[in-house]
C-alpha cells in the first residue's frame, strides 16, 4: 500500500493567519485535488484508491462555508473510494487491508497514521523510498494529454502577461512595479499563482541568476536591459519563460551583440530537438554555439578552435547554469536524473538540471544565457589557463555595461520535433521594439 498525504494548511507563526495554500505536487499528480489536510492510501494489489478528506468541524460552515460531503468529492475527483481521515478510518482502512508494505516518500509527514503503521512505515521507507521515487519521477516526466493542455494554458497566459510588460514597461518606476503589471495580467487571466518569484532585474542586476529582489528604479530611456523571468501557473501545471529587452525600447550596441549570441543559441538548440536526443548533448550545442557568438563579439579570441575552448570550459565562463530543465507541476519538474544516471562532475556540466534523452510527451525548458559575472569572471582573468583565451578589454567593456540575457521558452516535445508552448511572447529584436513602440 502507498500513503500519500496532501498538503496541509499552515499558519503564520503565534497566529491564525492562513498562509497561501498550494497542493504538494506528488499529491496533486495522483488525485487532482487542490485543497489542503486530504490524505490518499493506494493499495496496489487490489488497484484501489482510498482519498480521505478533512475532518470539518462544526466551525468549517461558519468561517468557510458549507463543507465538501464524501458524495461531492466522489463526484469530483471519483477515487474508488471516499472516506473522512480520522484516526480510526485510517487505522481501520489499514489493519484491514494489512499490506505486506506501507510504502511513503522519505520525508513524508506521517502524523496522521496509527502509531503502529506510523513504525512500519519508517522500517519500510529506507528499502522502499528509492521506488516510489522512481515511480513518481518515470511517470511525471511524460506529461499525458490532460496534462499537455494545462501546460499549454500556464505558457498562454504567461506569454500573454510578459506581450503587456513589454508593452508597458516604460511606464513603470521600479523592478517591482513592473513585477506587479505582470502578477497583475496573470491575476486577469485567472493564474493567480506564480510558479516561482519572478526575477525581475535592470542592468547588472542580470547577472545575478536568481535575483529576486525586484526593488531597484528603473531609468528612463535606458538602452539598459531588462530581464524579466516569470510564470504563472495554472491547475499547479507551471510556466516558465524569460524575455530580456532594452528598457527604450532599441537594441543597440553591447546589449544587442550580447542579445544576437543567446537568440542564435537557442534557435540552434530548437532546431535540433527531437525525440532520442541527449539533453546533454543539446547542452554541448548551446556552449559550441556560444563560443562561436563570443568569438564574433570579440569577448574571446577567434584564432582558437571551438573545441579547445570547449575543453577550457571558456563558453561557461559567460553560460554557466544548464540549458534547461523537465517542467510540470513544479518549475523545476521531479525525473530530470532518472536513478543511476550521475552528475558530469565538470565545470561546463555541473549545473545540468537534466541527463536524458528526449521522448515524446517530455515537457522542457530551453534556455541559454549570457552572463557578465564578476566573481566568475575574475576568477578566470586570474587563471592563466583560462585568461590566455579571453580578450580582456573586450570582457571590461561588456561587464561595465551589460548585466546579462537569458532566452526562455518551454517546449514540448512531440514525435517529430517539438511545440514552443510559450511562442505567444516575441522574442526577435524588431518584434520586440515594434511591441514596445505601441
Ligand atoms: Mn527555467
Redesign the pocket.
Known amino acids: 500500500m502507498i500513503y500519500v498525504p496532501g498538503g496541509r494548511t499552515t499558519t503564520r507563526p503565534w497566529t491564525d493567519t492562513e498562509a497561501v495554500f498550494r497542493q504538494e505536487s506528488h499529491f496533486f499528480y495522483l488525485t487532482g485535488v487542490e485543497e489542503p489536510d486530504h490524505h490518499l492510501l493506494l493499495d496496489v494489489e487490489r488497484r484501489h484508491a482510498t482519498l480521505l478528506i478533512p475532518d470539518y468541524g462544526a466551525d468549517h460552515a461558519l468561517w468557510s462555508g458549507p463543507p465538501p460531503t464524501c458524495a461531492s468529492v466522489q463526484e469530483r475527483y471519483a477515487p474508488d473510494a471516499v472516506a473522512v481521515a480520522t484516526a480510526d478510518t485510517i487505522k481501520r482502512l489499514l489493519d484491514g487491508a494489512q499490506p505486506a508494505q506501507l510504502l511513503v516518500l522519505p520525508g513524508t509527514d506521517l502524523a496522521a497514521l496509527p502509531d503502529a503503521w506510523r513504525e512500519r512505515a519508517r522500517q519500510d521507507e529506507s528499502a522502499a523510498a528509492p521506488l516510489l521515487q522512481t515511480a513518481f519521477a518515470e511517470a511525471r516526466i511524460i506529461k499525458n494529454a490532460g496534462e499537455q493542455a494545462l501546460l499549454r494554458r500556464a505558457g498562454a497566459v504567461s506569454a500573454a502577461a510578459h506581450v503587456a510588460l513589454m508593452q508597458g514597461v516604460r511606464g513603470c518606476a521600479t523592478e517591482r512595479e513592473a513585477q506587479a503589471l505582470f502578477e497583475y495580467e496573470c491575476f486577469r487571466h485567472d493564474a493567480p499563482i506564480q510558479a516561482y518569484t519572478p526575477i525581475v532585474a535592470a542592468g547588472r542586476a542580470g547577472a545575478v541568476l536568481h535575483y529576486t529582489k525586484n526593488t531597484a528604479p528603473l531609468p528612463r530611456n535606458s538602452d539598459d536591459l531588462l530581464l524579466v ?1 516569470a510564470g504563472a501557473e495554472v491547475s499547479c501545471y507551471a510556466a ?1 519563460i ?1 524575455r530580456t529587452y532594452p528598457l527604450s525600447g532599441r537594441f543597440t550596441g553591447l546589449y544587442k551583440t550580447t542579445y544576437e549570441i543567446v537568440l542564435e543559441t537557442q534557435k540552434a538548440v530548437l532546431a535540433a530537438l527531437k525525440p532520442g536526443v541527449a539533453w546533454e548533448a543539446m547542452h554541448t550545442l548551446a556552449l559550441q554555439t556560444t563560443a562561436a557568438g563570443l568569438q564574433r563579439a570579440g569577448l574571446v579570441r577567434a584564432d582558437v578552435a571551438v573545441d579547445e575552448l570547449m575543453a577550457h570550459d571558456i563558453p561557461a565562463l559567460f553560460l554557466p547554469h544548464g540549458l ?2 523537465a ?1 510540470g507541476l513544479d ?2 519538474d521531479a525525473g530530470g536524473y532518472p536513478k543511476g544516471t550521475p552528475r558530469i562532475d565538470r565545470p561546463s556540466y555541473r549545473y545540468l538540471r537534466m541527463r536524458r534523452d528526449l521522448q515524446a510527451g517530455m515537457a522542457v ?1 530551453v ?1 541559454p544565457g549570457c552572463y557578465f559575472v564578476d566573481a566568475i569572471l575574475d576568477a578566470a582573468l586570474a587563471n592563466p589557463d583560462q585568461a590566455r583565451y579571453l580578450v580582456a578589454d573586450r570582457v571590461a567593456q561588456f561587464r561595465r555595461e551589460v548585466g546579462g540575457v537569458r532566452i ?1 521558452d518551454d517546449v514540448l516535445i512531440t514525435d517529430t520535433g517539438y511545440e514552443n508552448l510559450t511562442a505567444g511572447v516575441p522574442k526577435e529584436m524588431a518584434e520586440i521594439e515594434a511591441l514596445m513602440a505601441q
Open positions: 523571468d516558465d524569460t534547461g530543465h517542467i518549475v523545476h525548458t534556455e526562455e
